[in-house]
């Protein structure tokens, strides 16, 4: 399993949702309103990807999934409010502070 990043630009409402509730029904967690965080395998990873691409418009929207390891995870830095404390859960926030 591979901590992943998901961050989406997306014009249309129901597009924006679909992708969103992929990503919930993965198990990544939202921690801004277009970015979600978790850990999936390489297929899991995959499939997120291959449904999406099926739902966005690729002329105005994009979707990126970034793999990180466990290494690089903990370099983050993060600067001023780096989570919607409203979205994001407490699990994700242990993996930081």
């Given amino acids: ?17 679909k992708v969103a509730r992929i990503c919930l029904d993965k198990g990544l967690y939202r921690v801004q309103k277009s970015v979600f965080l978790g850990t999936l395998n390489a297929n899991e990873r995959d499939s997120l990807a291959l449904e999406c691409e099926e739902i966005i418009d690729p002329d105005v929207d994009s979707v990126y999934v970034f793999p990180m390891d466990d290494e690089s995870f903990r370099k983050v830095k993060l600067l001023g409010q780096a989570f919607d404390k409203e979205l994001v859960s407490d699990e994700v926030l242990t993996k930081f502070f």
């Fill in 1 to 17: 399993m591979t901590m992943v990043w998901v961050v989406y630009d997306i014009v249309e409402n129901s597009a924006r949702s």
